[in-house]
């Protein structure tokens, strides 16, 4: 399942790019600098807007790299704009595009490392499942729930999109 | 992977159990009656906290249950206390408590159907990805937020709990 929960990752990613968008038709249409948005926060001491974008887009990358061996493109985080923000998203999402289910044979028995973890490993079954599915939720949510505060027009279909619905 | 991923989900609802006990300590701290809580909001057009924590409940209770054909406790979202509401997420647990890896055989191919899907239907592996886990981390995670914007003190080791970190 490693490679349908990546590929679900990633179509939600597609929906992130969207509500990009419409931030910043929002922005347009309300006339204001579109960027503001990038320091938006919910609290003074959770991270901002720029940064929950950014680190959603590395929890899915660096997972899919960790867990399957390919390397991963280098993200500085020098966003400044949104319009360099979405660019950010769709890059991840076509790195995203380059995996084949092949890739991940073998990831639950990885060895993952992570910088923050002081030596210490996790399996990749267990830092997929820990670790980097709810993580990526986390700060994905976090960029919806942010717009969403800031009056852009969003709602849980948006951030759903398409199902595979279909006749019984 | 779907028991495995509904046990994450359970530890999941474990964390924001301790959420609520963090925001009553807060609330007691800074003198103001827990209850408010229930009532606030990123967005005048979103659900309140107390639906947050209801509609995270019942994603994955609802899904354990069309995954598995297992009934499900019925909960008619009566909760007024912050009380309350941690016993509604503590019977969550102990329902997900009942599930054995075995109750999920077959689970990918189930037809899923749903009140809001006017007839049409799902196979249980999309709906279980594209659906149940999006949807629970949606909610779980706009409780978290929700709690953060209001001043709670929450991290994000708060958010996901424990990890299985081992030495190499």
Redesign the interface.
Known sequence: ?YF??FS?MK??LGQLSKWLETAAAHAKAKSFDPNLYLNFR??PD?LPFVRQVQIGCDAVKLAASRLSGKAAPSNPDTEQTLEELSARVRSTIAYLDTFTAKDFEGAAGR?V?HPR?E?????G??YF???A???F??HV??A??LL??N?VNLG?AD???S??????
Chains 1, 2 share one sequence.
């Not at 030596?119 to 399996?123: D, I, T, Y």
């Not at 199902?163 to 019984?168: D, E, T, Y």
Request: charged share 15%; hydrophobic share 35%.
């Open positions: 399942m349908e929960t679900q179509k939600q919910l609290a959770q060895i490392t973890w030596g210490q490993v996790m399996s079954a267990d499942l820990e670790n599915v709810p993580n939720f986390f949510t976090h919806y729930a969403r505060h009056g849980k951030y759903l999109g199902q595979s619905l279909r006749a019984p």
